[in-house]
């Protein structure tokens, strides 16, 4: 992987490669999920589980782990 020199970049250009990031991220962890409700479903025919949840929609998943994955704002503390 490129070393990246985050201290020369520009605030711009640090905000495009969080907002790159979270993407990457948000689409790593929606596969994962469906991943896991598949092999959830499969253990469900042996009755291991009582029922498997049905996986979401790909679109909600990515909205969902992108909201979570922005940063929360930070209270200021008062000196």
């Known amino acids: 992987m490129q070393k990246v020199d985050l201290d020369s970049m520009s605030i711009e250009d640090l905000a495009q490669l ?7 991220l948000a689409e790593k962890v929606a596969s994962r ?5 598949a092999e ?3 253990l469900s025919a042996y009755g291991k589980m009582t029922k498997a949840p049905a996986p979401k929609k790909e679109a909600k998943d990515l909205k969902d782990v992108k909201e979570a994955l922005q ?9």
Do not use: C, I, S
């Not at 999920?33 to 409700?37: F, G, I, N």
């Open 18 to 24: 969080r907002d790159q990031a979270t993407e990457k």
């Open 33 to 37: 999920q469906r991943e896991l409700a």
């Open 40 to 42: 959830m479903e499969r």
């Open 71 to 79: 940063p929360q704002p930070q209270a200021v503390k008062a000196a």
